[in-house]
């Protein structure tokens, strides 16, 4: 794991910054600009002098490759193609390439200018799904589904996969060779992660011809957006590969056994489009495991953004810790 989140990696991105990057595009705003909400990225949304919006998603910088982006983006266009509901990148057009400005892919959706690369969508509203519905639960689960069934007609060559290596293990390592975990915590937490990150890895292996499918890979509440014609996904920011349960467990109340109800109201509506093999409900207590080591080394690698200490002001404490000390020791119970 590198440390992409260069110091202020958004300090020269204005709004009069964001709007000549979007001019340079054909794309003209009419000076009403907002600023979405989005700690990894900066996402605006832009009126036009057309009348009309989009929204306007500037990368990180460092953080993906432009092959990973694409990547994303050409999954978006399927399942745009197959009338999934997720909204798919625009097509953009360097009008003024003499300024530096590119345009990359097939179709060309990501826009390089210098360090700084972004892509340009419509924009579409939503809220907050009802997760305590079965019959709001029951249609997540059918567009889950019909996103699976795209998402395993082929496998990513450049995204990351969500296995114990890559969101367990090199995130643990990070954090102690970076001194991060409070000294007074460290080394019951580096016991207890340990502990815990073998059992996942154990219980990972356990499930033989585990099937990795394309997938959203961070499909919380917060992602999913409620349209009177029902859930959609507005980014694909963090699509992996991996095991189908991953894009499921988060969205229930609880762990599996406490969630019965909940759970099978999304099984219901999921496998009307697409098989679910039973034996990864054992996985969603190893992958709470990943995220939560994953989560706690990508808020100290972005530290130097502005935007996260004034966020997350609680992290880096002992208190913090101590607490990640004592829910780990819950996964190693709920695991064993």
């Known amino acids: 794991m590198t440390d992409a989140a260069s110091s202020q990696p958004f300090a020269d991105l204005t709004p009069h910054a964001v709007l000549d990057a979007l001019a340079l595009t054909g794309l003209h705003g ?3 600009l907002l600023q979405l909400n989005s700690y990894e990225n900066r996402v605006f949304q832009v009126g036009l002098e057309d009348g009309g919006f989009v929204v306007a998603k500037f990368y990180r910088p ?4 432009d092959a990973q982006i694409l990547e994303e983006h050409g999954f978006a266009l399927e399942l745009a193609a197959a009338e999934v509901p997720a909204v798919a990148p625009l097509v953009l057009q360097a009008e003024s390439p003499a300024q530096g400005l590119r345009c990359l892919g097939t179709p060309a959706t990501l826009a390089v200018l210098g360090r700084t690369r972004f892509a340009v969508t419509p924009r579409r509203a939503g809220r907050a799904p009802e997760l305590d519905d079965p019959e709001t639960l029951e249609w997540i689960g059918r567009f889950i589904g019909r996103l699976h069934t795209v998402g395993s007609q082929c496998t990513f060559t450049h995204r990351r996969t969500i296995d114990a290596a890559t969101l367990g293990w090199a995130p643990r390592e990070w954090l102690l060779e970076q001194g991060t975990v409070s000294p007074g915590e460290r080394a019951a937490w580096a016991d207890v992660s ?43 920011d963090d699509a992996a590969m991996g095991p189908a349960v991953q894009d499921l467990w988060m969205l229930l109340p609880g762990d599996a056994r406490a969630s019965g109800a909940a759970l099978a109201s999304l099984l219901e509506g999921y496998e009307t489009f697409c098989r679910f093999d039973r034996r990864e409900l054992a996985l969603i ?40 000390i004592a829910q780990l020791r819950e996964q190693v119970e709920a695991m064993a």
């Open 194 to 236: 340990q502990r815990a990150l073998q059992i996942a890895e154990r219980r990972l292996r356990d499930v033989d011809g585990l099937r990795m499918l394309r997938l959203h890979g961070d499909c919380h509440p917060g992602n999913l957006l409620w349209t009177p014609e029902g859930p959609h996904f507005v980014d694909l």
């Open 62 to 65: 460092g953080r993906w490759s």
């Open 30 to 32: 009419d000076g009403r």
């Open 285 to 324: 207590e190893p992958l709470r495991t990943l995220r939560m080591l994953h989560h706690s080394a990508w808020l100290a690698q972005r530290w130097d953004d502005p935007a996260f200490p004034a966020a997350f002001s609680w992290f880096g404490t002992d208190n913090y810790w101590s607490q990640q």
